[in-house]
């Protein structure tokens, strides 16, 4: 189990890198279970809501669906890029938040990472794409898998 609040906020950007919605849908679901007077008093509030929770759990699904279309932009152009670092940020900032630590390290911390797991994994699943036979659509659940598994186990107390 990680206990260090900035080591989850990195995780967690790092999964923000793979796929923007799923990383604030785990945090949302993570702090609507945690109940922080320290969350409810800041910015962050709204990210220990259950209906937010549930809300970014559609959203996240969706994204792992859309994940495998061929008109679905590269992780690393501009906008898509921009949104898993501010996706990162985020889930750093609040988990920090929650915690009563620094939300501002918070966010940096996840929002670096994602920048940093997003060109990583993009990169990886080109290479793995090239050298290997499996369909990118095989690549894309293994990687929503490990997405998953991240999410779970970072979060779990």
């Known amino acids: ?89 985020l889930c750093g900032a609040s988990l920090c938040a929650a915690e009563g630590k620094r939300a501002r390290l918070g966010a940096l911390c996840g929002g670096l990472s994602a920048l940093a797991s997003a060109y990583a994994f993009y990169h990886l699943r080109r290479k793995i794409g090239e050298t290997e036979t499996l369909p990118d659509t095989a690549l894309g659940l293994s990687e929503d898998a490990l997405v998953i598994g991240t999410g779970l186990s970072v979060l779990s107390d």
């Open 1 to 89: 189990m990680i206990r260090d609040i900035y080591v989850k906020a990195v995780c967690m950007g790092v999964v923000a890198g793979m796929r923007s919605m799923s990383a604030p849908a785990f945090v949302s679901n993570y702090l609507a279970r945690k109940e922080s007077k320290e969350l409810a008093a800041s910015p962050f509030g709204l990210m220990g809501s259950r209906r937010v929770a549930q809300a970014l759990t559609i959203a996240a699904v969706g994204e792992m669906v859309a994940d495998k279309l061929p008109v679905i932009p590269d992780r690393i152009a501009p906008g898509p890029l921009a949104a898993r670092i501010l996706s990162g940020a």
